[in-house]
């Protein structure tokens, strides 16, 4: 199976969402699933903002652009191309002040592409082309907005992921939130890590059901956390 596997934190080598994906990527090889990684640095390689330029190509019908719109279109459409080419997404990040990453909505303003990653039915209906996809959200929160905490009602992150890939027809995405972190005590900290690589472990043993198997032995992927 290929995965993209995208990273938003700004942070390298400190980075708990960073350090869970790898933990994951590491577990599904453990489970001796066979997979290849498109991976994808959000904050290295960031896509452009909209542009009034893109605003206009995007909705123009592909058979009417001109080739200067064609050019402006160009990097969305390889960042498309990538999406659709894998069979599963992982993609890792922190919660910034309440929601996602500039960098991921940047990401997600670039391959929420009509006529490419979701299509207009003729009964008016939107078909979104990720419908295949297996897809897995881990982020990593400084405090806890897990139900009956006071933040809960603070999550923009969550609905903002749902609603935006839902769209592009992902209708039941796994969600692994690692919190409270940066703004817990050491021990809460702790533990929260060690419930987000439990969940995980058992989300890798899901995704290797009906998998295809490797046939080379589980080597070690991933380094420590940080943070
Ligand atoms: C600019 C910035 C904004 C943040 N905003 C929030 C926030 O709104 N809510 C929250 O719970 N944590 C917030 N945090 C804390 C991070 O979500 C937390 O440290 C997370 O573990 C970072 O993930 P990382 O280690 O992968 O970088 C913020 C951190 C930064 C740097």
């Known amino acids: 199976m290929k995965i993209m596997h995208v990273d938003a934190s700004a942070k390298r080598e400190r980075s708990n969402s960073r350090a869970l994906a790898r ?32 605003a206009i190509a995007t909705y123009t019908a592909a058979h009417e652009r001109t080739a200067a719109m064609q050019a402006t279109l160009a990097l969305s459409d390889a960042l ?61 929160r400084g405090a806890d907005l897990r139900a009956g905490s006071p933040y809960e009602s603070m999550d923009a992150l969550t609905p903002a992921l749902k609603a935006a890939f839902g769209f592009l027809g992902v209708a039941a995405p796994t969600f692994v939130d690692a919190q409270p972190l940066q703004f817990a005590n050491p021990e809460a900290r702790a533990a929260a890590l060690e ?33």
């Open 80 to 140: 498309c191309a990538r999406l659709l080419a894998a069979d599963a997404l992982v993609f890792a990040m922190p919660m910034y002040n309440w929601s996602m990453p500039s960098a991921f909505k940047a990401f997600i303003d670039s391959v929420t592409r009509t006529g490419v990653t979701y299509l207009n039915a003729e009964d008016g209906s939107i078909v979104g082309q990720l419908g295949r996809h297996k897809v897995l959200f881990i982020t990593s």
């Open 23 to 54: 933990y994951f990527l590491e577990r599904l090889h453990e489970q001796r699933v066979e997979f290849e990684v498109d991976y994808l640095d959000v904050t290295v390689d960031t896509p452009p903002h909209v542009t009034e330029a893109f």
């Open 195 to 227: 419930r987000a690589r439990g969940e995980l472990a058992a989300v890798a043993a899901r995704w290797a059901e009906g998998a295809p198997a490797a046939n080379h032995e589980a080597e070690a992927l991933c380094p420590a956390d940080a943070e």
